[in-house]
């Protein structure tokens, strides 16, 4: 009896270690690798997340957001109480971005129908000096010059109080008429040329001037 009973119990104890032998060899073959850790799987996605404000890599170079490279400048100045924007800047530069007063003077000769020889003389003579001396002027606009028969427009007769072939400077500004003149000693000085040049330039300067 003894020995059928140490028979048994080795059979039995070789049956449990075959089994668990079993059970291991599948386990193996199986293959299966242990989980990642956690941690180590959140270190490697903020490691290949890009940084803000980086849009990609190009050849081991990063390009940057325009956007998030100017996110840290300073914001921009508010003037306090009392100073001014233009505090520190150059005064030509503030004048001229600052808009311009519009200002013309016109010079209009007025003539009759039937002219003589007087009469073109004093208008050839004087847009000659106009042309000579405010050239510059003439391209701005700022001057201009006009012929105009008065016959053909008696409303200027009235207006300018012409009994004759009269040159008129006239000043508008903001396309109202401020200023006006006949110069009317044109007939007298005609024959005397630097006399009769220079009351021209003299007149037109000083309307000019007169531009704010």
């Not at 010079?107 to 129908?113: K, S, V």
């Not at 009235?158 to 006949?182: C, F, G, I, M, N």
Request: glycine fraction near 6%.
């Amino acid at each position: 009896m003894p020995t059928l009973r140490r028979v048994a119990t080795t059979a039995l104890l070789l049956f449990v270690a075959v089994t668990i032998g079993f059970i291991v060899g599948q386990e193996v073959s199986r293959g299966e690798a242990p989980s990642p850790d956690p941690s180590q799987s959140t270190t490697a996605s903020v490691a290949d997340e890009p940084a803000e404000g980086v849009v990609s890599a190009t050849d081991g170079e990063l390009q940057i957001d325009p956007a998030a490279e100017n996110s840290g400048d300073e914001p921009q100045k508010e003037p306090a109480d009392g100073e001014s924007l233009n505090e520190g800047r150059d005064p030509d530069d503030i004048e001229a971005e600052a808009p311009a007063t519009q200002c013309e003077v016109i010079a209009i000769y007025f003539h009759n129908t039937m002219r003589c020889r007087t009469c073109r003389k004093i208008e050839e003579e004087a847009r000659a000096s106009l042309e000579a001396t405010f050239s510059e002027e003439l391209a701005a606009g700022r001057l201009r010059w006009m012929a105009i028969n008065m016959e053909d427009e008696p409303v200027y007769v009235t207006e300018y109080e012409l009994v004759k072939p009269t040159l008129v400077l006239t000043r508008y500004v903001e396309d109202e008429r401020e200023a006006w003149v006949s110069l009317d000693d044109t007939w007298g000085l005609i024959g005397r040329e630097e006399r009769f040049s220079q009351y021209i330039v003299d007149s037109t300067s000083q309307f000019l001037r007169g531009c704010p």
